[in-house]
Structure formats: C-alpha cells, structure tokens
C-alpha cells in the first residue's frame, strides 16, 4: 500500500494498482478503515409493557388445566368470549419463550427405537418366516391370499396354503399344522414376520405363546425386514408360467402345487442356489 501511495503523484491510482496487481477496492479500504462497531444500544422497555407480576399472571393462565394443551390464540380467544383479556397473542407467545416452552405443547406419542431383527440359523427348524400376498382372481377385484411359511437355513417351504380371504384364523391353522408336521419341541423354533393384521393378531400371538415359540416382528414402515419371504415371493411371481390372473381356485391351487414342488425339489438337489 505505502509503494501505490509514493507512485500516486506520478501516475493514476488506477495505473498505480494494476501494475502492482493490487484491487483498487483494496486500497480504498485500506485508506478508509472500517469504524469499531459500537455495542447495540439495549431496546428500551415499551411504557405499555407488562410488569412481571402480570407476566406471571399470563403465564399460570397458560398452566392452567384448561389451557395446558392449547395454542395461545385458542386462549385469547376463550378468554376473549369470557370477557377477559390478558395480553395479546404475541405476548403470550414471547412469555412462554421465555421459559423455552414454545413448542408443541400437546402430550406427543413417543415412538421407541426399534431394533433391527437378527435372523440367525445354524440349522433347519430354528428359524421360520412367514407372510401373505396376493394373487389376482378371474375378475377385478377378485383376489387369492397366499400364504407360505419358509425356513430361512434351507429356503424351504415347511407350510403353504391359499384361501379366498386373509385371516388370522386360517394363519393360526397353518402355523399349527405345520408345527405339528414339523415335530417342533417347545422354545426350538423363532417365527418372524411383518406387521400386517395376521401377523399382529391376538389369535397369532396366543398361539405361539401356547407352543413356546418366540415371535419376532419387522420394524414399523421397514419392508426389507422380511427379506427372505419378500424373495421367495418374487420368484413365484417372476415364473415364466405365471399368469397375469388365475382363472380360478382350482387354477391357483394347481399352479401353487406345482411351483412349491419345483422348489423342493430344486433346493435338495441343489439346482436352484439359495
């Protein structure tokens, strides 16, 4: 700065600071440095402000059982319709910030933090998944409801069945005959699911507890917690036979039949990899 200062004389501070390669805004700052910024002079208290007391008055009005969980324009206006007026909206809302209670006042349902499931089996019959989906019936609207119980070691099906409906009554049948068929010794066996209305079911939940079997469940609104099920589920339904709709039960049943049978079989010869 002082060389642009000896060269200004002689030639125009332009010139000067292109040939020392110096912006002509940085010398002009230099020149005319910036004033020590004064502190913020402290807003004077308004002569129509409320004291203390009266600020705590409107506060213990907020507490009060009636208006502990309402917004403080509901407030205003009930007191209004009472004939009673306090402050106005914003100062209700600077008082209550004051105490760092802006926020949602209402009791909110806390949701806890679920665990992911960990589905672990180092042999067959330890651990089962099991879900339900839909087949497309003869007619719009017209559905089959498939459901199909998988152990996860091997990948093969101990139980299916299809049915007109879903229903928690026809989950516990099968669940229970497949349990049976199995030879399942009480607290042997962790069945997992998602968290549809069978799988969430009393009648469900009854049943496993009565035939010591630990339940697990999916996360809520986590649709890869149930992976194998979701993937046997999609190789169903990527055959090559699989008809955009049934034409019927019997249709259903046999194609079912026949899909099941080919996976059996594909997974003890070992042709189909897991």
Request: charged fraction near 25%.
């Amino acid at each position: 700065m002082k060389a642009i200062e000896k060269l200004s004389p002689q030639v125009s501070t332009a010139m000067a600071c292109r040939g020392l390669g110096v912006a002509r805004a940085t010398l002009y700052r230099h020149r005319k440095p910036k004033s020590p910024v004064a502190a913020p002079t402290p807003r004077p208290k308004p002569p129509r402000s409320l004291s203390d007391q009266e600020r705590q008055q409107v506060l213990d009005v907020l507490h009060s059982e009636p208006f502990a969980d309402r917004a403080p324009a509901e407030v205003y206006a009930t007191l209004l319709d009472q004939g009673q007026y306090l402050c106005s909206i914003r100062t209700m809302y600077r008082v209550l910030d004051e105490h760092q209670e802006v926020r949602e006042r209402r009791d909110q349902l806390r949701h806890p933090d679920y665990p992911k499931p960990q589905l672990v089996a180092t042999g067959p019959n330890q651990v089962w998944t099991w879900d339900i989906t839909k087949l497309l019936g003869p007619a719009k609207w017209t559905y089959f409801y498939l459901y199909v119980i998988l152990d996860i070691f091997s990948r093969y099906v101990v139980g299916w069945m299809l049915a007109h409906r879903e229903s928690d009554r026809l989950a516990e049948r099968l669940i229970r005959e497949t349990v049976v068929k199995e030879g399942i010794a009480r607290d042997q066996l962790t069945i997992h699911s998602d968290r549809g209305p069978s799988m969430r079911s009393q009648t469900v939940a009854q049943l496993l507890a009565t035939l010591g079997i630990t339940k697990s469940h999916s996360r809520p609104h986590v649709s890869n917690d149930n992976p194998f099920s979701e993937s046997q589920f999609k190789t169903l339904k990527y055959q090559p036979e699989f008809p955009d709709r049934f034409d019927g039960f019997e249709h259903g049943l046999d194609f079912c039949g026949k899909f099941f049978q080919w996976h059996t079989t594909s997974i003890t010869t070992g042709a189909w990899g897991c």
